[in-house]
């Protein structure tokens, strides 16, 4: 369980194999700390830690996760956001953030207000259907609060702080830069609930 609010961000530095099974090896912040069969989130991408030494680690990207996700799409240079499970005790400041990724969505628009930005993305009719205005959606694992939505347009918009552009990997996106989405557990689970009654 995870809780979007991204602590770290790293670096790809290799990338081996195939759509069967990828290796990617990471640069390792100096205070993130690993185990070896532990689970980080890569992009809001629960994942298990292969081996780490002091300075990188690998994680092996099994053909689901690759076809359900943007890390089949990884290049070496690309930066990453990183998330350490969350430990009983720990604050959580985001929401309920699994690292099961619904679905791939797409940058629409990147509008500058000042410091802040509104960033608007392209989602599937299956990412609509579980989004609500003012809700919480995790995109490539950062918290996010839904600021407006356009059904007709199948799209929806986040306004992010200076910390958030800052901190994480969305500084770099540009217009068609996809990017994972996972909707609130909530949703999914009133949906479903509703659709038996």
């Not at 609010?5 to 530095?13: L, R």
């Not at 990183?82 to 604050?91: F, K, S």
């Not at 929401?95 to 599937?124: N, P």
Request: hydrophobic share 35%; charged share 25%.
């Amino acid at each position: 369980m995870f809780t979007g609010i991204i602590q770290y961000t790293a670096n790809v530095s290799e990338v081996k194999g195939s759509n069967k099974s990828l290796f990617v090896t990471f640069t390792k912040p100096k205070k993130l700390t690993l185990t070896e069969g532990c689970s980080v989130a890569v992009n809001g991408v629960c994942s298990t830690v292969r081996d780490f030494t002091s300075e990188q680690w690998t994680v092996q990207f099994m053909p689901e996760t690759l076809r359900l996700t943007t890390l089949n799409m990884l290049e070496v240079g690309n930066e990453v956001n990183i998330e350490p499970t969350l430990r009983l005790g720990d604050e959580l400041s985001g929401h309920m953030v699994q690292g099961h990724v619904d679905g791939i969505g797409e940058v629409a628009e990147i509008v500058e207000e000042g410091q802040s930005w509104e960033m608007t993305f392209k989602a599937s009719k299956k990412i609509m259907d579980l989004v609500v205005y003012k809700g919480s959606i995790a995109i490539d694992g950062i918290s996010l609060t839904i600021s407006a939505l356009d059904d007709e347009k199948e799209s929806f918009s986040v306004s992010l702080i200076e910390h958030t552009i800052k901190n994480t990997n969305l500084k770099d996106k540009k217009v068609g830069s996809h990017v994972n989405f996972e909707v609130d557990i909530i949703g999914k689970y009133l949906k479903k609930f509703t659709k038996t009654q």
